[in-house]
């Protein structure tokens, strides 16, 4: 896949990876910013992944915008060799499927949805092709989710899921935006999962909320002490139901500032997935658990 760069001003560069959502792209995105930070190339000041692009900012009085589009595609080059595997981790997290809070609100914005006589679960599940909530749950929850950018709201992280294509949750988003989605919300919109780490409006189909902060910028929050933000790039997210009680019990815990997410290392091959997707996933639980 051949990398179409562009000039954003005086100090930025745009690469675009593909027009077409897909991991491969992601990888390849991600894999290019690594190369560059890795480098630490002078003059580069900032650097920004996103779904199937990335960004560059740099001095153009340090360094020219021709030596670092040069330097960039000698990386694209030697990102097609490798390969591709990343060091990551992968993070379980709790959710509270079919919450009251998400479905108060969306009651009070059926005008603005595609089925205004059904939830925003029972429309994705049937869309789907899922016979009930519990089933499309059940695999929306089933397999892993890879991190492909974190931004649009500070410290939001986008999310596409560890299956065949074929097999994609698609949702489309709203006819017409919420003013209003809870904080900590688990959407869906295109093949997109989402997690709105603060309350605002929004547009994507909502499912549940998660009990655990993934933005604190007062760093109070015990897990988020270092990192502001719990999710990167690259990381690898496991979402694990939780009944109304587990889902209260874990918001106790964090009250008193003794929770934290289950963060494991792991390595994830993009070349091992499309070879085996079942036996990387397992792998991949295999990682969470601690074996």
Same mark, same amino acid.
């Given at each position: 896949?051949?990398?179409? %760069?562009?000039?954003?001003?005086?100090?930025?560069?745009?690469?675009?990876?593909?027009?077409?959502?897909?991991?491969?792209?992601?990888?390849?995105?991600?894999?290019?910013?690594?190369?560059?930070? &890795?480098?630490?190339?002078? !003059?580069?000041?900032?650097?920004?992944?996103?779904?199937?692009?990335?960004?560059?900012?740099?001095?153009?009085?340090?360094?020219?915008? &021709?030596?670092?589009?040069?330097?960039?595609?000698?990386?694209?080059?030697?990102?097609?060799?490798?390969?591709? @595997?990343?060091?990551?981790?992968?993070?379980?997290?709790?959710?509270?499927?079919?919450?009251?809070?998400?479905?108060?609100?969306?009651?009070?914005?059926?005008?603005?949805?595609?089925?205004?006589?059904?939830?925003?679960?029972?429309?994705?599940?049937?869309?789907?092709?899922?016979?009930?909530?519990?089933?499309?749950?059940? &695999?929306?929850? !089933?397999?892993?989710?890879?991190?492909?950018?974190?931004?649009?709201?500070?410290?939001?992280? %986008?999310?596409?899921?560890?299956?065949?294509?074929?097999?994609?949750?698609?949702?489309?988003?709203?006819?017409?935006?919420?003013?209003? @989605?809870?904080?900590?919300?688990? !959407?869906?919109?295109?093949?997109?999962?989402?997690?709105?780490?603060?309350?605002?409006?929004?547009?994507?189909?909502?499912?549940?909320?998660?009990?655990?902060?993934?933005?604190?910028?007062?760093?109070?929050?015990?897990?988020?002490?270092?990192?502001?933000?719990?999710?990167?790039?690259?990381?690898?997210?496991?979402?694990?139901?939780?009944?109304?009680?587990?889902?209260?019990?874990?918001?106790?815990?964090?009250?008193?500032? &003794?929770?934290?997410?289950?963060?494991?290392?792991?390595? %994830?091959?993009?070349?091992? %997935?499309?070879?085996?997707?079942?036996?990387?996933?397992?792998?991949?639980?295999?990682?969470?658990?601690?074996?």
């Amino acid at each position: 896949m051949s990398i179409r %760069f562009s000039y954003g001003g005086d100090e930025h560069i745009f690469g675009e990876v593909s027009e077409a959502m897909s991991l491969a792209s992601f990888f390849t995105g991600l894999s290019m910013i690594n190369a560059v930070r &890795a480098a630490q190339i002078p !003059g580069v000041i900032e650097t920004c992944p996103a779904n199937a692009s990335f960004q560059v900012k740099f001095d153009p009085d340090r360094i020219s915008p &021709a030596d670092l589009l040069a330097e960039l595609k000698s990386f694209e080059v030697e990102a097609a060799k490798s390969d591709q @595997t990343l060091a990551t981790r992968i993070i379980e997290l709790p959710v509270y499927f079919q919450d009251p809070w998400t479905h108060e609100v969306e009651m009070r914005f059926r005008e603005r949805h595609q089925d205004p006589n059904a939830t925003d679960l029972e429309y994705s599940a049937r869309i789907n092709g899922y016979a009930t909530i519990e089933e499309f749950v059940a &695999a929306y929850a !089933g397999q892993p989710w890879f991190v492909s950018m974190v931004g649009f709201v500070a410290g939001l992280p %986008f999310l596409y899921q560890l299956v065949e294509q074929k097999k994609q949750i698609q949702a489309p988003k709203y006819l017409r935006p919420r003013t209003d @989605t809870p904080k900590l919300t688990v !959407g869906h919109g295109g093949c997109f999962s989402a997690i709105y780490s603060v309350r605002g409006a929004g547009g994507y189909q909502m499912y549940g909320v998660t009990p655990a902060p993934i933005y604190d910028p007062t760093r109070q929050v015990r897990y988020l002490s270092e990192e502001m933000c719990l999710f990167k790039p690259g990381d690898i997210v496991k979402y694990r139901p939780q009944t109304r009680d587990e889902y209260d019990a874990t918001l106790e815990q964090i009250a008193a500032n &003794a929770w934290e997410p289950t963060i494991r290392a792991c390595d %994830f091959s993009l070349t091992d %997935f499309n070879r085996d997707m079942a036996g990387t996933n397992a792998r991949l639980m295999e990682a969470l658990n601690g074996n």
